[in-house]
Every structure is written in structure tokens, then in C-alpha cells.
């Protein structure tokens, strides 16, 4: 069945450190694949995406990786700051029908730095 | 920028109320959600649209009904509120095709007593 999975629930580093964020998913369907950031009483806010044609894609300050063999899923924050601290999640799309598509989440990993 | 509104950001109801929870993009988006979060269960998808008049139900529909009688409004309805939909509504839109992302609203926390 779809489901996205995290590794890790919780992941403390310290600031000015790198983080990386592990996320698993089971559709080998889903072509598009997005990270999420949500801090505390806020909706989710998009971080940096990647199609499954994409093994690697890079924004400021975050990586996100695509092994599709392995159907496995990183996002990757570099010299985080205290703002980084959030829940992220990772969410895979999966196309229903011309134009529609399905958004799965995973269940949330909480970052937090450590000052 | 992409913006998702909610029109209520916190709400206090009775149980047996009718709720509506509305949401307005304005990117001409022709996909549409409504999901719900709560603690250790993530997001669900409640019901979507994929254009005007359109909707399917996601993985949680029992309980609500949507409309979508314009394509940048996306109502959540409760038809006969209960405690047990407490919680924090998201609205998201998102063009359709691959590659597109899904925009969120800033959510509508819900209180049913």
C-alpha cells in the first residue's frame, strides 16, 4: 500500500552543523517527491522538491536525494541555523488521473538545534 | 508568492454544529485539498478536487462533504460536528501535472466541545 516513512522521529545536532533527514516511501508510482517544513502553528512551507527522473537536487542550503532503488528519500540542511528548528516532512505524489494527482506524507521528523 | 488563505485560524464549536471551513488560492490552481493533522497520526487527505464540481474523497472522507463551486474556493464542511474532528484543518493547492508543488494554507485549528 502507499506509505512514507521516517526513519528517525526526533534528530538533534548542533548549530552550524549538518543535518540530514531520512525518509522512505513505498509507491513506486509516485513521480514527484516534495520536503516540507512546518513550524509550530503554521501550515507546512516548501522547501525544495525533486522528480523521479532527478536523483539530486540542490537549493540554498538543502540537498534533497532520490534513490529510487532503494525507494529512499534525504533531505540534507547544511550549517543549520536555531530557524531550521521544525518538523519536516517529506511527501510523495502519486498521479491518479490526468491532471489529478494523491499527496502522501510521511509522519514527521522534529529537528532541533542545539546552540 | 502562491497564497493559500484560510478563512478562520482558530474556531470553537458545539457538537452538532454545521462547520464551514473555506479556502481561497489565488494561483488558478486546478487541485485542491483538505487535510488534517493531529499529533502522531501526520497529515491525512480528507477529500480533493481536480477541478470545478469535482471531488474525491481521500482517506478520511467519513463525517464531511467539500464544494467546489468556483475554482479558486475549496470548502470543508462538517455537516453535524463531534469532538472527534478536533483538530488542525489544511488547505493546499497545486497545478496539476508532475512537478508541481502543493502550496499549504496556514491552518484552521478546530475545537469541537
Known amino acids: 500500500g502507499e506509505s512514507v516513512g521516517l526513519h528517525l522521529p526526533t534528530l538533534s545536532v548542533q548549530e552550524g552543523d549538518n543535518s540530514i533527514i531520512n525518509c522512505a516511501y513505498s509507491n513506486s508510482a509516485s513521480d514527484y517527491f516534495i520536503w516540507y517544513k512546518q513550524e509550530s502553528g503554521k501550515g507546512p512551507q516548501f522547501i525544495i522538491d525533486i522528480r523521479s527522473n532527478m536523483d539530486k537536487r540542490q537549493g540554498q542550503r538543502v540537498t534533497v536525494l532520490l534513490n529510487k532503488t532503494v525507494k529512499h528519500l534525504s533531505l540534507q540542511i547544511a550549517a543549520t541555523q536555531p530557524g531550521d528548528s521544525a518538523v519536516y516532512f517529506c511527501a510523495e505524489k502519486t498521479p491518479l488521473r490526468q491532471g489529478a494527482q494523491k499527496l502522501v506524507f510521511g509522519q514527521g521528523t522534529r529537528l532541533t538545534i542545539n546552540p | 508568492d502562491v497564497k493559500v488563505t484560510q478563512s478562520s485560524r482558530y474556531l470553537v464549536k458545539r457538537t452538532g454544529e454545521k462547520v464551514f471551513l473555506e479556502c481561497v488560492q489565488d494561483m488558478d490552481h486546478e487541485n485542491m485539498f483538505w487535510y488534517r493533522q493531529d499529533p502522531g497520526l501526520g497529515l491525512r487527505l480528507i477529500y480533493f478536487?481536480?477541478?470545478?464540481?469535482?471531488?474525491e474523497k481521500g482517506d478520511i472522507p467519513e463525517g464531511y462533504s467539500v464544494s467546489r463551486e468556483k475554482k479558486e474556493r475549496f470548502s470543508l464542511i462538517l455537516e453535524s460536528a463531534s469532538t472527534n474532528q478536533t483538530s488542525m484543518y489544511l488547505c493546499?493547492?497545486?497545478?496539476?501535472?508532475?512537478?508541481?508543488?502543493?502550496?499549504f494554507g496556514e491552518g484552521s485549528w478546530l475545537t469541537v466541545v
Open positions: 493546499a493547492s497545486g497545478q496539476g501535472g508532475t512537478g508541481n508543488t502543493i502550496y
Open positions: 478536487s481536480y477541478d470545478v464540481k469535482m471531488k
